[in-house]
């Protein structure tokens, strides 16, 4: 029902910014719930940030709140994650995912192929 490309991913210098597109296709995008998600090598698949169906109510993890955010444009059927002081840690490949929403995994029903974020010291 919701196919998702995500964009914007590259290498940048620690402190730097970045701003990442999820385009999605598919009538009902606004009635999903949209999230991001990041996976770095080894490790577990975490979520990040997302934004609620209704009231665009966000939510954000501990690790980048202040300095990330997500916001969507309906009438473009795009998701966006701004980034901003950009920290090493922060590498990952970044996920856009769509679904009944929450902070886990579980909540999302449909992902994008990811894009790699490279942060640089």
């Known amino acids: 029902q919701v196919q998702l490309v995500e964009s914007g991913g590259g290498l940048v210098q620690a402190g730097g910014s970045l701003r990442l597109s999820c385009a999605a296709s598919?009538?009902?995008?606004?009635?999903?719930?949209m999230g991001w998600f990041r996976q770095a090598p080894g490790k577990e698949r975490e979520f990040v940030a997302a934004?609620?169906?209704?009231?665009?109510?966000?939510y954000y993890a501990d690790s980048v709140k202040g300095r990330f955010t997500i916001s969507r444009d309906d009438a473009k059927n795009t998701v966006y994650l701004q980034m901003n002081s950009l920290k090493p840690e922060d590498t990952a490949v970044y996920y856009c995912?769509?679904?009944?929403?929450?902070?886990?995994?579980?909540?999302?029903?449909?992902w994008g192929q990811g894009t790699q974020v490279t942060v640089s010291s």
């Open positions: 598919g009538r009902s995008f606004s009635s999903y719930a």
């Open positions: 934004i609620m169906r209704r009231g665009n109510y966000t």
């Open positions: 995912a769509a679904g009944p929403g929450g902070v886990g995994l579980k909540g999302y029903n449909y």
